[in-house]
């Protein structure tokens, strides 16, 4: 709560009457107690936005914990003015009416039949078919998070049928169930119940999570405080009542809430409890509770664990106890997992201490503190937890496996000798060894997926990388990799996810995404995290759309920045410059440079990119070593189609190379530069951006893997029509030449404030400030001579090479502006899903 407050006060020193951030800062202050301070928080939030559903509600919140009842009605049917039938304000207004839960929902009795609506059998789930019978039903599960673009997670999609219609793509594609990590909405139960009604021979079945926090404690891993621990217990049995259709849920900021009256417990496949458990939690937890080691629950037994594994064990006992006990029903369960924990041994991970050891035993240091885990430092198995005779429905095994993370799926011997029955796969290699030792129990992978964004976050060796992968590029690897699944003996696979998500981020980018509070805000293309979807959420909206592919027309009625007036150009065609044009959305900057011919034999182009302030920044182009006429922090280096990038100021570059003392120079490793910061200066040097994804490793065997690194400001020259990633493109017929470029790129930390990178810190403490907008200084040179001069943008008419510069800028923005579009992933994944059968023979 502590450091969502800070990030909310920053986000107010930034912008003092921005309604997002002081509404933010309103809940964050009604959770600590302070309601006078978050009643006007809220205040100020209503009047800079009068229409901020998020804000009335809140007000009403703090209305009604202290004692406002008129204000606090009052708030909640503005609310629902707003958001008519939400939940949320309903459940409020029937508390005030002195409503209780039975009020709501009719009391019912506990079934004298136990259900069992799914269970276990030999690594897979099964099901009833139409005869009654048992029946192994392979899981064809995508993945539901369903923070919109301008939203956070908690922020969930109105009923406004969006549900519907995600439930109907889901089922279209050919998968037969859903996962969803946290308690939704009650129309999203509403809408999946309509669909199954309405399709009973194939309905779509509801996996469900039940969300947990990090547990309190810094040196102490308290999961077993009883506060903690006693939201969670309640979570489970909010999880369970709501599929019941048998929940009243009162509202709570960053929770879903009100009646839910759809019971979806008929297509309930099982739960699956928990987070991704960070390993330092888990190791000091069962380094406190060294005696915890068996655990005998009513239907959840573990014999030989660790102490971790035995509390995961009770949790999931107490989730089917209180199922049985109220609705007398059963479906399998499992915690979440994740490589990282897996009960599998790795010889070529070491953990940080592990690598310090010996690195200083080479003679060498670790030249820059590790952001990973340790990632083979402990395991959790759920091999060791048995069901009872008193849970038939059985438990199962869930991991989020992805083909790129942890290191050691990529440089195992035995895995990278592996092969599918579509031939190299290091990513078979180790689910195969996981399903092996789960012997008999089925194993769900239920996350894995590669995104389609510009940004790499690691590199794979079949190239199924974190990132730099085409919408095309994207489709072909999820559908190998359900294959995969499949044929490795897993019962079921999840894929991530179905729709993109902004607020999302990654380790390798969001250093540089600044305020937190506001990533929801813009659409970073550099960051893998936020670009998993089946469905795409583009920035801007589709009618204003620009298109890398040559074609002027969607620049039809945005201004010329300059070159359409003042003095002609006289010289040779291909170096002349005609004019720029620039343009931006939530997520680039577009640039359009109109020349004389386009022949790169004969003329290339800068354009120098002032991002602030004009007494800062290089006053010296690269290659031609030409004065500019204001100080630049990056330089838009066109040399054709092979040869274009986007270069920084040295001093602004945030990554530098360091050569490890004793190693070859080639395994360098580039780290952040802690004094980097924009600077006034006149050296003309330039530099690629390059980041290493793949760090250098070193075995427990003492093996080095040499780190691997891109340079991530390479421009991609195609049509954007045969390529998502493409960056640039240019029209020899017409002369013109478009360019999109990350606002990241730019060291933009919050387009939507117009906020650059100042400077940051080796801990990635970053410093922002407020650009009045960009300044563009345009040149042209022959390649052959670079230095015996060209043309220039805007052109001066006097001595001077440049005319006066002007600002470009662009309005700050609240609520972004996307569209939705499905990607090419969904006709993969529906040819994937079909070649796999629904009923698959016992393996």
Known sequence: MRVAGNEFKRALALCPGEPGALTGAGYVAMREGHLPAAKALFSRAIAADSMSYDAIAGAGMVADRMGESVAARRSFERALRILPGDSTALAYLARQRGQTSQDVLAARARPTTTTVTARTGRRVIEVR???????????????????????????????????????????????????????????????????????????????????????????????????????????????????????????????????????????????????????????????????????????????????????????????????????????????????????????????????????????????????????????????????????????????????????????????????????????????????????????????????????????????????????????????????????????????????????????????????????????????????????????????????????????????????????????????????LRVAHDEAYVYLRLDVGRIDWTRAHYQIGIDTYRRNLGDTRFPHTGSPAPVGLEFVLDLGGPEDSQVLVDHPYNPYRAVVIPGSKPEASQYVYNPAVRIVANDLGQWDSVTVVPNRRRIGRDGKIYDAISYNRNRLLYSRESDNSLADWFANPASGVIEVRIPWGMLQLVDPSTRSVLFSNTTEGNVSGAITDGFRFAVESYDPSKPRSGGDTLPRSTGATRFADIPTWSWSTWDVPEWHAEIKPLFGAMQRAFRGIPEHPPTR
């Open 129 to 579: 078919d139409r005869a009654g019978k048992w029946s192994p039903m392979w899981i064809k599960a995508v993945n539901l998070g369903a923070a919109l673009p301008g939203k956070f997670p908690s922020e969930f999609p109105p009923n406004d049928s969006t549900y519907e219609r995600w439930i109907a793509l889901i089922a279209e594609m050919g998968a037969n169930a859903v996962r969803v990590y946290t308690v939704h909405p009650p129309h999203f139960y509403a809408a999946l119940r309509n669909w199954n009604l309405a399709h009973a021979s194939n309905p779509v079945w509801l996996i469900h999570g039940v969300w947990a926090e990090p547990p309190p404690g810094i040196k102490e891993e308290k999961y077993d405080d009883p506060q903690w621990l006693a939201q969670f217990q309640r979570e489970m049995q909010r999880v369970v009542s709501l599929t019941h259709g048998d929940a009243l849920i009162p509202a709570a900021p960053g929770h879903a809430s009100g009646a839910y009256r759809a019971d979806v417990s008929a297509w309930t496949l099982g739960y699956i409890i928990g987070r991704e458990w960070e390993p330092y939690s888990v190791v000091t937890y069962n380094a406190l509770n060294p005696r915890k080691s068996s655990y005998g629950g009513k239907y959840v037994t573990v014999s030989a664990g660790n102490a971790l594994e035995i509390w995961l064990a009770a949790q999931c006992d107490y989730m089917v106890s209180f199922e049985m006990d109220r609705y007398n029903a059963q479906r399998p369960i499992a915690y979440t997992n994740w490589p990282t924990l897996d009960p599998l041994t790795h010889p070529t991970e070491t953990s940080m201490s592990e690598e310090i050891a010996l690195l200083r035993a080479r003679g060498e240091r670790l030249v820059e503190k590790s952001k990973e885990y340790d990632n083979d430092a402990v395991g959790l198995d759920a091999l060791k937890m048995r069901a009872t005779d008193a849970f038939p429905a059985g438990v199962f095994a869930s991991y989020h496996v992805y083909p790129y993370y942890p290191e050691f799926l990529l440089v195992d011997p035995g895995y990278s000798k592996a092969r599918s029955p579509e031939g190299s796969s290091n990513y078979y290699g180790y689910l195969r060894e996981l399903v092996t030792h789960h012997g008999d129990m089925p194993v769900v992978i239920s996350e894995y997926g590669v995104p389609s964004s510009r940004g790499i976050g690691h590199f794979q060796p079949q190239g199924w990388n974190h990132g730099g992968h085409s919408e095309q590029q994207q489709a072909l690897i999820d559908a190998r990799l359900t294959r995969d699944i499949y044929a490795s003996g897993a019962a079921g696979a999840g894929l991530f996810a179905l729709i993109d998500e902004w607020f999302k981020k990654s380790w390798i980018v969001t250093d540089f995404e600044y305020p937190h509070v506001r990533k929801q805000l813009w659409l970073n293309p550099l960051d893998a995290e936020e670009n998993y979807g089946v469905v795409a959420m583009r920035a801007g909206f589709k009618d204003k759309r620009i298109t890398i592919d040559g074609d002027t027309a969607d620049w039809r009625g945005r201004s010329v920045l300059y070159g359409t007036t003042g003095p002609r150009s006289s010289a040779p065609l291909p170096l002349q410059l005609k004019s």
